[in-house]
Structures are given as structure tokens and as C-alpha cells.
């Protein structure tokens, strides 16, 4: 438990009071940052660092005197009932994590989350909230994860999610909804990258099957454990996310159970089936012109009423709603018609059916559609992606040229000098040279080695010496070849010092 200001100095808090005047400098920077009135610790909480846990207290009513200093709070397992608007004095900047799970909570007023603006992760799994109303989470517009799991949700209202714009995990699994929430993707100003959603055990008979085929791509949607209707669109939807594996339904096949639909007459019937192996298949078609794309495994005589839908490169359409003027029709038998092609229209069709089959590993239920010539379609294709990798080779060309020019710039210049004879007798270069050779034929033994190089070190003789005695070299080198720097390891200047005499 984090003690307060007075316990520090030895002082017993008097009247509401925590300091006294002879010790206002110690209290200022004991408490500099952290307000006394703020930083205390309420009894019944644990405080450490930026985590302040009320949790287990059995608390009806939420503590006033938090610390605002909090990162995280949890105030989980207790009973409280509601969360007011004024539920915390003042806010909470810091607040990344708020736990208010296992509780009763069945009302949150309008705008009780504008005190923590900074919120992160909200934890409201098994409470008692019974509908989500607009302005509900209000100035979270930074939150990444909620979770209302194990909740009696049952309606969700419009505008419940519009200010989370950063939202990508959302639990709402164990409630009991009988809509899917669609308007967490269109609604505006809802979440924009939402990338988990988890509907699991709620009481869904339908969904929105051609909306589903245009999110399923970026968006991870869990289903199961709900008393799903097993028409021909959901077959369909189900067989194309086992072909396309996806995590969400192949993680929990067996908990998908579908029953039939109380209807007379059967939900689904394999004529007009194909018994033909579903081969990738590419059609090809002049720019404006009619293109008809039959669908993978489906005969031509496919049966009235099946719903096919067709994943386009930019939308999902289906044969049971068709508008005559459209640009894309699919018709009854489920071919796919693409009226006035444009080269925009060049890419890979999907196309979702209930074939009731098994998909082998090679089969494919997707064909390529492309419209102009070869050469025509990739350049359009490539035409969205041209930018960025323009940008990457220009970048690329231009840092090589740089390194080819420093690299010039070093050979030149950072070549070791020639020392020449001077005409007092004495060597040039000055200070000490440092030799490099790469010859192995013309070195000594008592050299020493280095990575394949020998390096010989030369101190340098005072050219106007008092003493009239000769110079004589630090070292006899006998015969020593120059290399210059940065040749590639290979190239050597051929100067050779044969009179060790010469050397200083």
C-alpha cells in the first residue's frame, strides 16, 4: 500500500489536514507530480506504480478518492449496479486499462467515458446491460478493445458505436442478439479498422450473407454456437470459408450445427450440380463488349431459386437480387454477365455456391477474368501498385549512384601517397607510413599477419638531427609492395622499395 505524506514525515493526519507548515518544502517534493489529495491509496485498494487494483472489495458504490496517476484500474468483482457520468472527479489521462468485469452494471449513463480519453482496453464482460444507446462510449475515440462478453445484450442501438474510430477487437460473445450488427462497418463515424469481431454463442438464425463475402476478406468474424438457418446461402457461404480456410470457422467446424428451416419443401437439392473437377479458368474479352463467365461446378442447367454470388474484384453480387441496368448481372443459372467491359473489370472471380461437396486441394472455385489484351490487363492491373514501386526503384538507383560516387571519391583521394626522395636524402610522406601488402612472394617470414595482409609499421627519424650519426631504418623490410585502399582486395600499385637505406 503506497503511504501517504504524513506517514512519510512522522505526522499524524489532523483535521483533513496533510501537512503542516513546517514541512510545506518535503511535502512539495515528495508529492511534486502527484498531488497529496490525489496520490493517497484508499484502504480497501492496492496501489503499485501506475496500478491501482480495487478488486474483490465487495463495493457497491466507486471510491471517490482514486489516484488519477492510474495506468490501469480494476475495479472488477464487485456489485456495483450503474456507472454515472461523475463516477471519478476528475480525469483520468494516464488510464489505458479499465476493468469493470463481474459485476451488476445494467445502466451507463451518456458520456461517463469522456473522464478516461486516453482508454485503450475496456473490460465490461459479465455485467447486466441489456441494450447499447447511443453516446454510450462517447470520447473513446482511442480505445483498441472492448469487451461485453457474458452480457444480456440483446439490442444494439444506432449510433452505439460511433465514436470508436480506432476499435479493432470487439467481444460480444454470450449475449443475446438476434440481428447482426451491421452497422459497425457503415454506419459513420464507427470503427474504421475493425479486424475481430466475436458473435459466438448469441441467438443469430440469419446473416447477411453477401455483406459477410465483401468483410470476411480483412475480418475475422466468429459464429458459432448460434442457431444458424442451413439455407443455400449460408451452405454457400460456410462451403467458400472452408475452401478459403478461414480461421474462424475452421477453428471451430464442429460448433457450427445448422438446423432446417421450418419451410416444407427441401432447402437445397443437387441439380444442376457438376460433376466436373473445378479448374482454374481464365476469359478473356474486348473492352466493351459482353462477357458471360460460367460459375466453377455448376452446370448449365443449374436449378431455379439457387443463390449464387459472385466475389468481384470490387463488390459481391448474387442472383437473387439483379437490377437489369446493372453493369454486372448474374443470371439465373448462375453464370456471371459483365455488360460493356472495362479494363478495370480485369481480375479474379470467386464465385459462391452450395455445391455440397468436398473441394480437393487443387480445385479452385475462382476464374480469371481479363479484358483487353494480355499486356493491356497486367498494366492495369499493376497500374494501382506503379506508384510506391516507382518510387522504390528511383530510390534504389539513386542511393547506388551515390555509393558508386563515394566510392570513386575514395579511390582517388584516400590512395596511401608515394613517398619520393627528396633532395636532402630524406624520405617524404612524413609522420609514420603505414604499408599494406598483399604479395606473399615479397614479404618476410617475421612479418606480422593480418586477415591475409601483412602491416608494417615505420617510425619516423628526425630529418635535422644535431647528432651527425646516418639514419638507420626501425625495421628492414627487404622488398615491400604498396597496396592502395579500397581496390577490391585485388588491384596493387607496383611500387617497390628496394633500397631499405632510403627507408624512414
Not at 462517447?138 to 476499435?167: R, V, W, Y
Not at 462451403?239 to 419443401?265: A, H, I, N, T
Not at 467491359?341 to 470467386?350: E, I, K, R, V
Request: proline share 7%; net charge neutral; glycine share 8%.
Amino acid at each position: 500500500m503506497r503511504p501517504n505524506a504524513s506517514q512519510l514525515l512522522g505526522k499524524t493526519n489532523v483535521g483533513g489536514s496533510l501537512c503542516s507548515p513546517a514541512s510545506a518544502a518535503l511535502l512539495f517534493l515528495l508529492c511534486l507530480g502527484f498531488p497529496p489529495c490525489v496520490a493517497t491509496c484508499p484502504p480497501y485498494c492496492l496501489c503499485t506504480s501506475d496500478i491501482i487494483s480495487c478488486s474483490g472489495r465487495n463495493l457497491s458504490v466507486l471510491p471517490l478518492d482514486l489516484p488519477s496517476y492510474a495506468g490501469r484500474l480494476d475495479l472488477g468483482h464487485n456489485a456495483l449496479t450503474s456507472l454515472p457520468t461523475d463516477w471519478i472527479p476528475q480525469p483520468f489521462d494516464r488510464l489505458a486499462t479499465l476493468v469493470l468485469s463481474r459485476n451488476s452494471i445494467s445502466q451507463i449513463e451518456a458520456n461517463a467515458f469522456t473522464v478516461t480519453p486516453h482508454l485503450l482496453h475496456l473490460d465490461l464482460s459479465s455485467n447486466r446491460l441489456t441494450v447499447l444507446n447511443l453516446s454510450l462510449f462517447t470520447g473513446l475515440k482511442e480505445l483498441k478493445e472492448l469487451l461485453l462478453f457474458d452480457n444480456q445484450i440483446f439490442q444494439i442501438n444506432p449510433g452505439a458505436f460511433s465514436d470508436l474510430h480506432s476499435l479493432q477487437r470487439l467481444y460480444l460473445s454470450g449475449n443475446r442478439l438476434t440481428a447482426f450488427p451491421l452497422g459497425l462497418y457503415w454506419e459513420p463515424g464507427g470503427p474504421r479498422n475493425l479486424t475481430f469481431l466475436d458473435l459466438s454463442y448469441n441467438r443469430l438464425s440469419k446473416v447477411p450473407v453477401q455483406s459477410l463475402l465483401s468483410l470476411t476478406h480483412q475480418n475475422g468474424i466468429y459464429l458459432q454456437e448460434n442457431p444458424l438457418v442451413c439455407d443455400c446461402a449460408l451452405l454457400a457461404l460456410l462451403e467458400y470459408w472452408m475452401w478459403k480456410q478461414y480461421r474462424p470457422l475452421v477453428d471451430f467446424r464442429g460448433e457450427y450445427p445448422c438446423r432446417d428451416d421450418s419451410e416444407p419443401g427441401p432447402v437445397y437439392s443437387q441439380q444442376g450440380v457438376s460433376g466436373v473437377p473445378l479448374e482454374s479458368q481464365t476469359y478473356q474479352e474486348e473492352p466493351g463488349k459482353w462477357l458471360r463467365v460460367p460459375c466453377p461446378g455448376l452446370a448449365s442447367s443449374a436449378q431455379e431459386g439457387l443463390v449464387v454470388f459472385w466475389v468481384t474484384p470490387r463488390t459481391v453480387v448474387n442472383s437473387s437480387t439483379n437490377d437489369p441496368s446493372a453493369h454486372l448481372i448474374v443470371l439465373p443459372n448462375g453464370t456471371l454477365e459483365i455488360r460493356g467491359a472495362l479494363l478495370d473489370d480485369s481480375g479474379t472471380y470467386a464465385c459462391v455456391a452450395a455445391r455440397q461437396r468436398n473441394y480437393y486441394p487443387y480445385e479452385s472455385v475462382e476464374v480469371n477474368v481479363v479484358v483487353g489484351n494480355l499486356s493491356t490487363a497486367s498494366a492495369s492491373g499493376l497500374a494501382h501498385r506503379s506508384g510506391a514501386e516507382h518510387f522504390n526503384t528511383a530510390f534504389t538507383t539513386l542511393a547506388s549512384c551515390v555509393v558508386s560516387i563515394i566510392l570513386v571519391l575514395l579511390y582517388l583521394y584516400l590512395t596511401p601517397c608515394r613517398c619520393r626522395e627528396s633532395r636532402g636524402g630524406t624520405r617524404g610522406c612524413g609522420g609514420r607510413a603505414i604499408i599494406l601488402c598483399s604479395d606473399p612472394r615479397e614479404v618476410e617470414s617475421g612479418q606480422r599477419r593480418s586477415n591475409g595482409k601483412r602491416v608494417a609499421f615505420l617510425e619516423p627519424q628526425a630529418e635535422d638531427s644535431e647528432i651527425g650519426s646516418p639514419k638507420t631504418p626501425a625495421m628492414n623490410l627487404g622488398h615491400v609492395t604498396t597496396e592502395g585502399i579500397l581496390k577490391n582486395g585485388s588491384r596493387t600499385v607496383g611500387q617497390t622499395l628496394t633500397d631499405p637505406a632510403h627507408m624512414a
